[in-house]
């Protein structure tokens, strides 16, 4: 139940062996010319100073592709092409339609694997910019998830700092009723911005504020009783964000840097102990090697200011610490913007050198870029600010409501509704996810809202479609699945050989944690399978081609549901 490359990769592997002396990859590649082509025996020619051809031939006189191919051919100076035979492609799509998991097995060894992402501000809006950590890192937990992993989401929310000072102050002012009715209807951005304006323009409240940090930091009940208050309506609107966007975050996922607060010290202390922190302009810091300032001189991780503070350095350590001895954490995740490569970087590397984080434990930082405007520029609200998240997911389920009115009428306004919040969130989610993770894009309705191109409204009407083929046909699908399939025409074999990619597609995504990949696999087979439905008649078609044509949709169907699951979008059965 494996791609047909990934077969004859496992196939060919202790035969290039056997020719090297050694490991050798027989580097197993699609090809224009046939279903697959086998390049290995010119770099193994090179390496053992023989012929590629002859060592083509050797492969190819093994035998052991007989199984799989119904015509193998030595080409140029040394290239195997291949094709496979229509009964195994037949059969492992066969293996596959009884599958549950449609051919994707569970990691060998599951991982305890902790994933860092969305991490918005107290008393702060939700915005455009935390749509990238959110939907990327949620897209990661499900299929970790699905690949066995144990996996615990960390929401690292920003609930600590001086700024709470002037918040609790301002909560204080407008009493806390009139403060969560405020916070209650989304308006974060407007308490916040007050509360500044006010620290702004008064002394008076300036020193409140201050006193009121101090009175945080030193523990007093009252002061702690009105933070939390704070956070906790703060947490009910960032929540009801998340359920809007359907991403799996909860508050048993939250792990504010508050948490983390008590633990510095410690910290400090360990690395003291260590022998690598030093004393640099007034400031405890460490200087990882490798790391210099624009000047090339050493740059400095800094621990605790020259004022006694601690700061997200330290913060980030003792995340580390623990993560790695209290959750066990064998991979750590970090779904955070690019700017912030090399803070992490050295975080990273501190935490190694202080034997926190050693192998088998490993940090990975996923890294994305930033959505743009048409401007190419920051994407901004009219008014010149960052756009509302909530906003911007209300905006996106309206415009998908007329577009499904216009596509199909016949829907009736509760269904309509319905359809209209499946592909209204899952278009913005698609539009981020299907953009290499690292590259900024340009946010833009028109296209991501298209049902024609590399869109989830284009994936999703594709399923609705196929699962209107069963409802014409009058099948049961599931008595379809030990249907015997055949594989005859070209674009029957186009889209079994799609299919049957389906786990090594998921693979390639998760070994660089880039969800383009499993888009631009979705894509293909939607591709695919409309090519094979306009070249093969399927409900017309007599038996036994109808039942095969058919298990082909159904096999199509489950693996764009299951797809676009794993990166978190629905797929409606009509549309």
Not at 70 to 87: D, M
Not at 181 to 188: F, K, P, R
Not at 413 to 425: D, K, L, P, Q, T
């Amino acid at each position: 139940m494996a791609d047909p490359l990934a077969t004859v990769t496992e196939l060919l592997a202790p035969v290039f062996a056997g020719l090297a002396g050694d490991e050798a990859d027989p580097v197993v590649r699609p090809s224009d010319r046939a279903d697959a082509q086998v390049n290995g025996a010119l770099p193994l020619a090179k390496e053992l100073g023989t012929n590629p051809r002859e060592l083509a031939e050797q492969v190819v006189d093994s035998g052991v592709l007989q199984a799989v191919c119904s015509e193998v051919e030595i080409a140029g100076p040394g290239f195997v092409n291949l094709t496979f035979s229509s009964e195994f492609l037949a059969a492992e799509l066969g293996k596959v339609a009884v599958d549950d998991r449609l051919g994707l097995v569970e990691a060998g060894t599951a991982k305890t694997v902790v994933v860092d992402y969305s991490a918005p501000n107290v008393a702060k809006e939700m915005h455009v910019g935390h749509l990238r950590s959110t939907v990327i890192g949620d897209a990661l937990v499900r299929m970790l998830e699905f690949l066995g992993h144990r996996v615990i989401r960390e929401n690292h929310i920003g609930d600590w700092g001086r700024p709470f000072g002037m918040l609790i102050e301002h909560l204080l002012d407008l009493g806390e009723d009139v403060a969560a009715e405020g916070i209650g209807q989304g308006d974060l951005d407007g308490f916040y911005k007050q509360a500044n304006e006010k620290f702004r323009d008064s002394e008076e409240f300036q020193q409140r504020a201050r006193e009121r940090v101090v009175l945080l930091q030193s523990g007093d009940d009252d002061t702690l009783a009105l933070w939390q208050r704070l956070v906790d309506m703060s947490n009910a609107y960032f929540n009801t964000v998340y359920r809007k966007l359907g991403v799996l975050l909860d508050d048993g996922d939250l792990a504010a840097e508050s948490r983390y607060q008590p633990m510095m010290p410690e910290t400090l202390a360990r690395l003291e102990a260590s022998g690598l922190m030093e004393r640099s302009d007034g400031a405890m810091v460490v200087f990882p090697p490798g790391f210099t300032n624009r000047d090339n001189d050493p740059l400095p991780l800094i621990i605790q200011a020259s004022t006694g503070g601690f700061n997200y350095a330290t913060s980030d350590l003792t995340c580390v610490i623990d993560r790695v001895e209290r959750l066990g954490a064998d991979l750590m995740l970090y779904v955070i913007g690019a700017p912030q490569a090399q803070h992490l970087q050295m975080v990273f590397k501190v935490a190694s050198m202080a034997g926190w984080l050693q192998p088998p434990a490993e940090a990975v930082h996923v890294a994305f870029g930033n959505v743009l405007g048409d401007d190419r520029k920051m994407l901004r609200s009219r008014s010149g600010e960052a756009v509302k998240l909530v906003d911007l997911l209300d905006e996106a389920v309206d415009r998908a409501a007329a577009a499904i009115a216009e596509k199909n009428p016949d829907l009736d306004g509760e269904a309509r509704a319905e359809v209209a919040r499946i592909v209204g969130i899952g278009a913005v989610k698609y539009a981020d996810l299907s953009t290499d993770r690292i590259k900024d894009y340009v946010f833009d309705w028109n296209r991501m809202l298209s049902f024609d191109g590399n869109t989830a409204p284009y994936l999703q009407y594709a399923h609705a479609r196929i699962c209107s083929i069963f409802r014409r046909a009058e099948v049961d699908r599931t008595d379809l699945r030990r249907a015997e399939i055949v594989v005859g025409e070209p674009q029957e074999r186009q889209l079994a050989q799609r299919l049957l990619a389906f786990p090594t597609a998921l693979d390639d995504t998760m070994a660089t944690y880039s969800p383009h990949k499993l888009c631009t696999y979705l894509f293909d087979l939607a591709q695919d399978f409309t090519s094979f439905y306009e070249h093969c008649p399927v409900v017309k078609a007599a038996e036994p081609v109808r039942s095969s044509r058919l298990e082909l949709c159904d096999l199509t169907a489950r693996t764009l549901d299951r797809g676009l699951g794993l990166l978190g979008i629905d797929a409606p059965q009509a549309m």
